[in-house]
């Protein structure tokens, strides 16, 4: 492997998987940069995880951004050509018997709950609001594009953040640790 540095980006330009130069302030850079971010925030969240499950899933989930990821930053009518790796649904199934799994121990929920309790159901909402930013950036990006999104991003995206809000519920119901809920504020 080469040198880490190109100093090919040294003037505000970034090269696509096709070879094209871009300006590094497109919205194509700026959406598979936040999927980067979501993906580097789950690194954070594997150091709190302790169910082997969960982790194994989340380093899915992680290859699958990075999936994600290559196709956005490769224009539509390149992607073919270069055999680009799809998010699969099956992948979204795993994400769907995860969640059902976890709903059949949890309490029900009566009403809409503050992000927070340990640590880690904590860093799983903030992984749960980036994966929502990335969700609502690629419906721009494809309204602003006309571009048709890679295999099943928006379905990914949907459930991954549904996983997230999930787990965050599960993690603090195995600690014992009670959820707060929602009350409007009042003076």
Known sequence: MG??????GDEGLTGLVSGNRISKSDDRIDLY????????YLGVVHQYLKDKN?????YKVQSALFDLGSNLACEEENRSRYKLPQV???????????MDDMDQELPKLKSFVLPGGSIL?????V???ICRRVERKLVHFKLK???NLPENALIFLNRLSDYFFMLS??????????EIEWKPFSI
Do not use: F, M, P, Q
């Open 33 to 40: 940069g936040d999927i980067d971010e979501l993906n580097s």
């Open 145 to 147: 594009s006309g571009e």
């Open 3 to 8: 040198k880490i540095y190109t100093k090919t």
């Open 169 to 178: 519920r599960y993690v603090n119901y195995k600690e014992n640790i009670n």
């Open 127 to 129: 992984a749960r609001t």
């Open 121 to 125: 159901a904590s860093h799983l909402h």
């Open 54 to 58: 969960a982790k194994e899933l989340l």
């Open 88 to 98: 699969h649904l099956d992948l979204v199934s795993g994400l769907e018997r995860s």
